[in-house]
């Protein structure tokens, strides 16, 4: 009983407190801002009809592209057989866990009836490929859930019930079969998610084939290294090593390896696009976002150099694959170039009018779009979700358990 | 001098029934593939590709409502969406029609004005997740309000911006009505996506009393009825009969952005002059 005393004593310590009470504002501020949209309807965000989607759906897309980590991870223990990557699989389900909600809410924000949010499974169209995505989601979060009960079995609260244990250990030897099902419904609605936008042929910069390739490239070179920067962050916050440096370095290897395919998929893209086969209406398009909006910025700069090539030098090179702070400062700018990413289609696709004017003279204004307070207002929320949440994991489930090398 | 190797070709009979089997297999699928209903290109008939004529044409109703706007007989008054935002209580801030200037290649005025166009093909149907709009068999693109989620994704997709989506309760005064015609549908509530319906309340009550929409002025669009000068002609397009047929038979007509393969049902005669 001492024991356990003086362990709750250490458990609580200044530094987490002031930790939850920042936690806490980001909550408070993400509510209120929530109250505020229910209560007085999507009026008070700054979307409009000539652009519907803004920034909700730029971090519904990327929390859901950073939460790849999970079935990448998953695949490649269960179904490539490399144990050595054992280790590290619940954090990365955990964190995917996180996105994949973070998404969820998000869109419950964004939609005009969140009370119908049901609607998508009991009437189906099966050509919406929103549709997919809404089930993909769906599923995949019950297959992440699944994949994750034994670790929360694990926990000491659930002593008291041992059948729990033992539908735990089920579920933990057909592991392989959820890492197959989540490997399939991944592929499937990550990449659906790019062909959101891909398909839809009336807008000249969203309508290409590329699209559902560029998302899932990114999203599982991205999704990994936001695993190995928590597992780094982790140990720095606690002072002790969570998960051996060769395992985390080898994942940071791998995303800077999926970084250079994506960047080759994107310089086809671009050569595509802007030269072999340009048309009319994609240079007019392209020729109003390079001067009425920091397109050209945000893709060379966001896109490119933060996003992809200094992670790729920070993952790939051996004098920076050996220090944790590049790894993880790579990790980031990675993030924040798939975030760019996600931002620049979205809100540059919708920027760009809709031209099906038969005479010369009309064309519908260039949309204007940046986020308002009640906008940017739910976002802190749902990071404060998420921190919230990676909070409660690290304290209370076992995340990290040596057991589990010698299991596998 | 050196060895003669010779390999031996060991076929069982289990190989054999293998091979045999995977090619029939083989022969099958690619029959069920090409033509079969699972053919990916099984979307394009034959004859559509030949004439470019709809794929729903061949639907059961003995309608299919359209309409035709003459540029070249366009005043641009405002009537039509005057008498659309009383008649179907729209807010006069997101009309459903639109009418705007435009300028032909000569440098002329000409007056724009579009409605919904209730594509055969409508992007914004295919892409709702929940079946919230759809074409009816007689060819009009309808939305669900109560079963429409608002995900706005229709108003993305839709090539001509005819959507407009519901962002707060409305509490605005009907500012065409009474004069412009009175306010014959219910307001949308908030969270749901509205477009021109050709007023489809009107069309469905006109043929249960017996009517012949595009002619009964009671179970015509408000839009082509109010039109000082006729711009506007709605009817029946499968009927060879209709005045909207006529028309198209008669003249050169074309379709916004044609080469999208929405079909639009609304057609427009240019200017005179040309575009």
Known sequence: ?408 | MSKKKTVKVELTRRDFLVIAGTAVGSVAAAQVLTTGPLSPFGSLKQDQLETGESVHEGTSSPYHWGMVIDLDKCIGCEYCLRACTATNDVEPERTWNIVVEEKNSAGNTFYFSRPCLHCQDAPCVEVCPVKATYVRDDGLVIMDYTRCIGCRYCEVACPYDARKFNWEERTDENIYAPTWGTPEVERRPRGVIEKCTFCVHRIDRGLEQGLIPGEARESTPACVNICPVEARVFGNLKDPESTVSKIIAESATFRLREELGTEPSVYYIPPKEGL
């Open chain 1, 1 to 408: 009983m001492a024991t356990l005393a003086s362990e709750r004593k250490q458990f609580i310590t200044p530094g987490l407190i002031s930790w939850l009470m920042m936690i806490g504002i980001l909550l408070t501020i993400g509510l209120v801002s929530a109250f505020e949209v229910f209560t007085k309807g999507l009026i008070i965000t700054n979307m409009t009809d000539l652009v519907p989607w803004g920034l909700w759906i730029t971090v519904d897309l990327s929390s859901i592209a950073l939460g790849a980590g999970a079935f990448t991870l998953s695949a490649v223990v269960y179904l490539l057989g490399l144990k050595r990557f054992v280790p590290i699989v619940r954090l990365a389900v955990f964190v995917g866990f996180i996105g994949y909600t973070s998404a969820l809410l998000t869109l419950v924000m964004d939609i005009g009836r969140p009370d119908r949010f049901w609607h998508p499974w009991v009437y189906w169209n099966v050509h919406s490929v929103l549709w997919e995505i809404t089930w993909c989601i769906t599923l995949y979060l019950t297959i992440m859930v699944m994949e994750f009960a034994p670790v929360i079995f694990e926990a000491p609260f659930f002593d008291r019930w041992p059948w729990l244990r033992k539908v735990g250990h089920f579920l933990h030897v057909i592991t392989p079969a959820f890492a197959l099902l989540g490997l399939g419904v991944s592929l499937l609605h990550q990449s659906s998610l790019g062909a959101t936008y891909g398909i839809v042929k009336s807008r000249p910069i969203w309508f290409k084939p590329s699209m559902p390739i560029m998302f899932i490239l990114s999203a599982v070179s991205v999704g990994p290294s936001l695993t190995m920067a928590v597992a780094f962050l982790l140990e720095w916050v606690g002072g002790k090593r969570l998960i051996e440096h060769s395992i985390l370095r080898t994942i940071a290897k791998a995303s800077g390896f999926g970084l250079l395919a994506y960047a080759y998929l994107k310089f086809w893209d671009l050569a595509a696009v802007t030269y072999y086969g340009q048309t009319p209406a994609v240079n007019a398009a392209l020729h109003l976002l390079s001067t009425q909006t920091p397109y050209n910025f945000g893709f060379w700069v966001g896109e490119i150099i933060i996003g992809i090539l200094l992670p790729v030098v920070f993952f790939l090179h051996p004098r920076f694959n050996k220090r944790p702070a590049f790894l993880v400062l790579g990790a980031f700018m990675a993030i924040a170039g798939v975030i760019m990413n996600r931002w620049n289609v979205t809100v540059s696709g919708l920027t760009v009018p809709l031209s099906y004017s038969p005479g010369t003279q009309y064309v519908l204004p260039a949309g204007q779009y940046f986020p308002s307070l009640a906008e940017w207002g739910v976002v802190v929320g749902i990071i404060g979700y998420a921190l919230l949440m990676l909070t409660l994991g690290v304290k209370f489930l076992p995340l990290f358990n040596k057991e589990e090398q010698h299991h596998a």
